[in-house]
């Protein structure tokens, strides 16, 4: 690749007109971008309440079926029960009519385990109980946080809409000079803005020199190429950061001023 080509690629027509246009597109997006970051945090806010409310809701969710399972193991525990007792008050009804000490002592030895059986369950019940007392509490919290959390998130949504439309009409307006601008550029242009444009932090593809420096990156430009920006003939884009520099002489004044 030449070193013409790698300080800059000349302008096909209207070279001056298309930096001009460049330098205005650049204007009238980077005017979007301020409105845009006067919402500040709120959209990302808005969406970490979002993201936190649905994880909150399937801990809720979580915990009630573990109590559902919890209920369910009760139920089937007293039922078991409910049979024990049965058995247990047949096996007592054939120990009066036992024929010897052997069915006599089988019959016992049945009782004492069925016993021991019911003993367990009730244990089981009585944890369940106390598991699904503790589960209830944090259920109970996890349901007030989803309805504090669902009040904040509303009031903040609201807030971000409202500010959205005070500003709808002027994003509207700047939106429609960028297309008008991008619609008087040559294609590969347009591209290469939006491509520039994408690539760096701030969004500015197209910057001013300023007191011989770039204006994106701040890195000091050779005189040659200096003269090269400042006559504007041709598009001359960063050797470091990739922006578009052009020459504005309304900056070049005021910084003039300012040293003064």
């Given at each position: 690749m030449?070193?013409s ?11 001056e007109?298309?930096?001009e246009i460049l330098?205005r597109?650049?204007g009238a997006?980077?005017?979007?971008d301020?409105r845009v970051?006067m919402l500040g945090d709120l959209?990302r806010e808005?969406e ?8 909150l809701r399937t801990?809720?969710?979580k915990?009630?079926a573990?109590?559902d399972?919890?209920t ?6 007293r039922h078991e029960?409910r049979?024990?007792e049965a058995k ?21 030895k049945?009782?004492e ?14 944890d369940?109980?106390?598991r699904?007392?503790i ?14 959390k669902?009040?904040e998130l509303?009031a903040k ?6 500010m ?8 509207e307006?700047?939106?429609a000079?960028v ?5 008087q550029?040559p294609?590969?242009?347009q591209q ?5 444009r994408?690539s760096t932090r701030d969004g500015?593809?197209?910057v001013?020199?300023r007191r011989?420096a770039?204006?994106g990156c ?13 006559l504007?003939?041709?598009l001359i ?5 990739g922006r578009?520099?052009?020459y504005?002489?309304e ?10």
């Open positions: 030449s070193e080509h790698e300080q800059g690629q000349r302008v096909d027509a209207a070279p007109k298309n930096l330098y597109l650049q997006n980077s005017e979007i301020r970051a959209p808005v970490d309440l979002e993201d936190e409310i649905e994880g801990r809720a969710k915990l009630q573990e109590m399972e919890r369910a193991g009760v139920t089937t525990k029960i049979d024990f247990i008050k047949k096996y007592k009804e054939q120990l009066e009519s036992a024929s010897n000490d052997r069915e006599y002592e089988s019959l016992n049945e009782i385990y069925l016993s021991l059986e019911i003993d367990f369950r009730n244990k089981k019940i009585k369940a109980k106390a699904n007392e589960t209830s509490n944090e259920l109970q919290t996890t349901q007030m946080n989803i309805e504090a669902q009040v509303e949504k609201a807030e971000l809409e409202d959205k439309a005070s500003m709808a009409k002027d994003m307006m700047l939106q000079k297309d008008e601008l991008k619609a550029l294609l590969r242009l290469g803005y939006d491509r520039i994408k500015r593809a197209v001013a020199i011989g770039c204006g701040w890195n000091r430009i050779p005189p040659q190429k200096q003269l090269d920006i400042r504007n003939k041709k884009v960063c050797e470091y950061c578009i520099i052009i504005d002489p900056v070049d004044e005021a910084e003039l001023q300012s040293v003064k």
